[in-house]
């Protein structure tokens, strides 16, 4: 089979790669030789193993009808949408890791793939190499997911791990992280949440079955927390971890991404540095924890080569996919109960044990003249509430394993 890569950045080359180097493996496992007959990319790469294939138009790849699956790693909506959408419709398989374009597009481009007999695929969109989406589609398919509750922001959890160890504080940690490129140079995406919003979004798609958008996801980011959050998450023995989490409850589906105090009962609490970890709950199979690079070069090749082999085991055969273009209603979060560890300022401690009077408020010792307490199975809407009427230093929710 031939096959041409869109992007020649760190995953392009990566994939690039792994068809170069573990050939004989790949060709017994797919049944056949797999070759990259065309890279595109607007750069010059000189010296490079990639120049003889390398092309600047898309129409030696559209246009060619041998090229019969395309992996797509340039990234973002655009030319991406336009690019998959004409070689979808000409009847070439894509296998991207593009989360951008799976979480705003996916639901067309898997319609036209069903329509056409071929695939689209996207293994590699969230948590790198983790084999996540496809185990959600096929491993699970006699078991109903009933939550998942996962650190799938590598960036963030490199931060939130260097904020623990070293005591740091957030804008610290960040400049160190982009000056070794762990993070990019505009990190908004991955710091405000949006990144693991649309890899939930993605994965609870697969769950429900139906279009969930990840606009309707409620997201927060970690450009809040400081050193002293770390100091008392300690105390509490828990750790702090950007949580994407969908969760179903009698019929309702509620999916949230935001920053939450695990304890060191869960998993989810030794995920560390740029790993990813994803538990996932079956109504029969109950938890099944998955671990391991979520981002990077090779690794994140190595799950899109996969989606390829895939391809090449199944032509003139669409994989059958269950995300319907149905949209899946997600909850207000309002209605939700958490648990929640707050701060404010030591003189407003009597006026916040009368604002959340209506909870259990477990108080923490004071430090740094502050009052910190845990106000617990408040429904977000009444913290929110008793928030306006005090002022808040800063909140952060409890992850409750008893109900995962
Ligand atoms: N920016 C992403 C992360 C890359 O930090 O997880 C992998 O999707």
Known sequence: MKIAILGYGTIGSGVFEVFGTNVDNIKKRAGEEITVK????????????????????????????????VVETMGGNEPAYTFLKELLLKGKSVCT???????????????????????????????????IIRPLMESFSGDEIIDICGIINGTTNYILTKM?????????????????GFAERNPEADVEGHDAARKIAILASLACGAEVDFRDVYTEGITKLTALDFEYARRMGRVIKLIASMRKIDGKVFS???PMLIPAETPLYTVNDVFNGIL????????????????????????????????????????PIVWSNKKQPIEDRMEQKNDFFIR??????????????????DELKPENGE????????????YEEAAK????????????????
């Open 280 to 319: 996932v709950n079956g109504r029969f199979s109950k938890s099944i924890m998955f671990y391991g690079s979520g981002a990077g070069k090779l690794p994140t090749a190595s799950a899109v080569a996969a989606d390829v082999i895939e391809v090449a085991k199944n032509r003139g055969r669409n994989i």
């Open 164 to 180: 623990d160890r070293d005591g740091a504080d957030y804008a610290d940690v960040l400049a160190e992280a982009q000056a070794k």
């Open 371 to 382: 009052f910190a307490f845990i106000a617990r199975n408040m429904a977000e809407k009444d």
């Open 389 to 404: 009427k005090v002022d808040i230093i800063n909140k952060i929710r409890l992850l409750n394993v008893a109900q995962r």
């Open 256 to 258: 949230t991404v935001r």
């Open 344 to 361: 404010v300022k030591h003189s407003d401690k009597h006026k916040a044990k009368e604002v959340f009077s209506g909870v259990h408020i």
């Open 38 to 69: 065309r890279v595109l990319d607007l750069r010059e790469f000189p010296g490079d193993p990639v120049e003889a294939r390398l092309t600047h138009d898309f129409r030696d790849i559209a246009d060619d009808p041998e090229i019969e699956c």
């Open 97 to 131: 890791s593009n989360k951008e374009l799976v979480a705003n597009h996916g639901t067309e481009l898997l319609e036209i793939a069903r329509q056409k007999k071929i695939n689209f695929l996207f293994e590699a969109s969230v948590g790198g190499a983790i084999p």
